[in-house]
């Protein structure tokens, strides 16, 4: 009996611990999976919006943001808290037909701590945003950039010219090499943010950790007839 008493205390004492706080530093570690995509600078846009001033804002309304889904934009929906927790755990229960491909966060308590993150980070005088690198990272620290500021590259990375023969692309730099790559597995891009490439300066950049792999990237889509000839 003694013991029963005992278990029945331990389920009430543990039954009425209070729940885990949120932890902003647990949160920063939880946005790791989303900084590829989404800057904290203020209208610095990747793959997504810019995450700068989104508590309070209404989703969709970014002016600086032209991708949003029409699902999105017809929401009604303005970030806080709760909504950002709907939105985290499931985005296509959360908004039907969004073009948001991130599958969601089962944990409650990641979810929460991210959002505490957030809070902080979001606020356009943070000096965690400036912190952090758009598309990469904490600077000198935790997280690193895969893609430097295409306005500064080596010979190695400037492209001259590119020549398409059968099902290969080869892509000459300024150090006078030249480097082959199988159609599938070279991409072209632009950037007209910023950090992108000067014009006529398009810059060969390396996704492939096996090296087979590179993006070839323009200031402006009129430069692809520029430097990209097909030739045997």
Not at 4 to 25: C, E, G, K, N, R
Not at 34 to 44: D, E, M, R, T, V
Not at 119 to 139: E, L, T, Y
Not at 177 to 183: D, H, I, V
Request: charged fraction near 20%; hydrophobic fraction near 35%.
């Amino acid at each position: 009996m003694r013991y029963f008493a005992l278990a029945i205390l331990a389920v009430l004492v543990t039954s009425a611990a209070p729940a885990q706080q949120s932890d902003v530093m647990r949160g920063q570690h939880q946005f790791q999976a989303c900084i590829a995509c989404h800057s904290l600078q203020p209208n610095k846009n990747l793959t997504g919006p810019s995450l700068s001033g989104v508590f309070g804002r209404k989703a969709g309304s970014l002016e600086s943001f032209d991708r949003y889904s029409d699902a999105l934009k017809s929401s009604n929906i303005v970030w806080d808290d709760k909504t950002l927790d709907a939105w985290l755990a499931d985005p296509q229960r959360a908004v039907p037909d969004n073009q948001m491909t991130f599958p969601g966060i089962r944990s409650p308590q990641d979810r929460s701590d991210l959002i505490a993150f957030l809070k902080q980070a979001s606020q356009p005088d943070s000096r965690i945003a400036q912190q952090m690198q758009p598309g990469g990272g904490m600077m000198g620290g935790m997280m690193t950039s895969t893609v430097p500021n295409l306005k500064k590259l080596d010979n190695g990375s400037r492209v001259q010219s590119v020549r398409y023969c059968r099902d290969t692309y080869a892509v000459a730099t300024a150090d006078g090499k030249t480097r082959k790559f199988y159609e599938r597995n070279l991409r072209f891009k632009t950037d007209s943010s910023d950090d992108g490439p000067t014009k006529g300066a398009p810059a060969l950049v390396p996704a492939g950790m096996a090296g087979d792999r590179a993006d070839v990237i323009f200031a402006a889509p009129e430069e692809f007839a520029q430097f990209v000839a097909q030739s045997c």
